[in-house]
């Protein structure tokens, strides 16, 4: 996948150079893997998740656990305050505009955002259509259920794909089913004959090049992130396991009784996943996990995973 | 050293954080026996490191985390060849620019090196770029975040330079680091290149 626009420019090298391709956008996920990037609603928070061992943080105004207990239209972030967290740390930053909000996207392109995540924890502004996001030099990030889904928002130009999960529960059980679904949808291409890939590619709704590019990778051709529900270090080793190259965590620290402490545990839980006496020594003395809400308790109305298409 | 009795060399690659899977992608294409390390004991029997790209602050925290550093240090200190790419360069610098306060490196190359030097992601960039000692004409420089070479010491040898003379990539001994990413363009000539000088450090060292 190449059709990117290319932004070639002679910028201070003096020599041909090209910024924004799909390599630099996929590349720059790729350097994220084995890590964690941790929701932050604050410079100060953004310092801890540093200090803990983040490899990037997700500014945002209010962390999905309280977007839903708060209600409303959830929308980008007030541009000071991703400002102000841009400020304090020196890894990437990352924020979120809504599903289909493309000029959000762009704001946070002019903002100098590291990565943007198109995500369905904030109120979508578009019920039918994804951004382009091809059109955007910063690269994307976006939540998938399933492969067909994750197919479809890489076929928008996202450079990098996560499981939905349920954000804002403290219940890692929905990040699960999407991360097994996804690797278990991986897994048939792999074994199909060239011929039943024609209608896999019919019955996954995503170009066949792409599906035909999976079958043949067992991967996608983009990292995958687990996110949604990580509130311990088990849980983050428990996705890694799973086979997530890395892990979002979002209401999981900054709602827990020692956010520091946590954040660090994690970290470390995430590179030494297949490692059961590290996640012990982590695990110990963490304080109060963050109050958990059972899924299955949701309305469908207040299940963000149904959002996006 | 076990390996020594063994036919091909072994380059473990520091599996704490960052894009691990394709530097043992390159250098299995590069003939040397790759594997990913990421406890002390496991820098025993390598000939060679890779220190991946990634993020430098969280490497440097969990090399410190898990008595890495240390060993890490020592082992190059004695001569293990390494090569570093973009946060691999920061971890293999002796001085660094634009870092955490707190920010440890493994060191051995002498060099200042200032991290994120380019700019933020969306100054990320791709440039052909010729490298002293890589023949075969430019490699594809890939930057993202990348940190460039502020200064190096009489020891250090420049392999690379943008047109506008920022260093891009050096040599000095069996060290080797490059502010970009080789092991993201499927071309492994920069990985054929350092399993040469693990494969004769490894020679040198077997003829004592």
Same mark, same amino acid.
């Given at each position: ?15 041909? &150079? ?220 428990? #996705? ?26 994690? =970290? ?22 963050? =109050? ?18 | 050293? &076990? &390996? ?40 025993? %029997? ?12 969280? #490497? &440097? ?36 620019? %634009?870092?955490? %306060? ?65 260093? =891009? ?40």
């Amino acid at each position: 996948m190449s059709h990117t626009p290319p932004n070639t420019t002679a910028p201070a090298t003096g020599e041909t &150079s090209t910024t924004g391709t799909a390599r630099v956008k996929r590349g720059m996920a790729e350097q994220l893997k084995g890590g964690v990037i941790m929701d932050v609603v604050t410079p100060e928070q953004a310092k801890i998740a540093e200090d803990a061992g983040a490899v990037a943080v997700m500014a945002l105004e209010r962390v999905p656990a309280d977007i839903r207990k708060d209600g409303g239209v959830a929308s980008m972030s007030d541009p000071d305050m991703i400002e102000g967290i841009i400020d304090a740390v020196s890894i990437p930053v990352m924020a979120k505009s809504r599903i289909g909000h493309f000029v959000e996207a762009q704001v946070l392109q002019a903002l100098g955002v590291d990565y943007i995540d198109e995500s369905e924890v904030l109120t979508p502004a578009d019920e039918v259509n994804h951004s382009d996001k091809w059109a955007f030099t910063t690269p994307f990030v976006c939540g998938a259920t399933n492969l067909g889904e994750a197919l479809r928002r890489i076929t928008e130009g996202a450079a990098m794909i996560r499981s939905k999960g349920e954000a804002g529960t403290g219940n890692v059980v929905e990040a699960v089913r999407h991360l097994r679904q996804i690797r278990g949808e991986i897994n048939r291409l792999r074994c199909m004959a060239e011929d039943e890939l024609y209608v896999a590619a019919k019955n996954l709704q995503a170009p066949y090049e792409l599906v035909k590019e999976v079958a043949t990778l067992g991967k996608l051709p983009v990292v995958l992130f687990s996110a949604g529900g990580v509130a311990t270090p088990a849980d983050a080793a428990l #996705m890694m396991q799973l086979g997530a190259e890395g892990v979002f965590v979002g209401s999981g620290i900054f709602k827990s009784g020692d956010p520091a402490q946590r954040a660090a545990a994690i =970290v470390k839980a995430t590179t030494f996943h297949d490692d059961p006496k590290v996640i012990a020594d982590v695990s110990r003395g963490l304080g109060e996990a963050m =109050v958990g809400i059972n899924c299955d308790d949701l309305p469908e109305n207040e299940r963000y995973a149904n959002r996006g298409w | 050293m &076990s &390996s020594l009795s063994s036919t091909n060399a072994v380059v473990g690659v520091l599996a704490l954080q960052g894009d691990v899977r394709e530097h043992l992608a390159a250098l299995a294409e590069a003939d040397v026996l790759a594997r990913p390390v990421r406890r002390p004991e496991e820098l025993e %029997d390598i000939d060679g490191l890779v220190i991946p790209g990634g993020e430098s602050t969280t #490497m &440097s925290k969990l090399a410190v985390a898990f008595d890495m550093l240390g060993p890490l240090r020592a082992r190059i200190r004695a001569g293990l060849p390494a090569y570093g790419s973009c946060a691999g360069m920061i971890m293999l610098a002796d001085k660094i620019l %634009d870092g955490r %306060d707190d920010q440890e490196t493994i060191g051995g190359i002498d060099m200042t090196v200032r991290r994120n030097a380019f700019g933020r992601q969306n100054e990320s960039f791709e440039a052909a770029v010729e490298i002293a000692g890589v023949g075969g004409g430019p490699v594809e420089g890939v930057f993202i975040r990348a940190p460039w070479v502020e200064s190096v010491g009489a020891g250090v040898e420049v392999l690379s330079r943008l047109a506008d003379e920022t260093i =891009v990539a050096v040599r000095q001994g069996n060290l080797l680091a490059t502010s970009f990413h080789p092991e993201l363009t499927g071309d492994h000539r920069v990985h054929r290149f350092f399993a040469e000088i693990v494969r004769a450090a490894r020679a040198e060292i077997g003829s004592r």
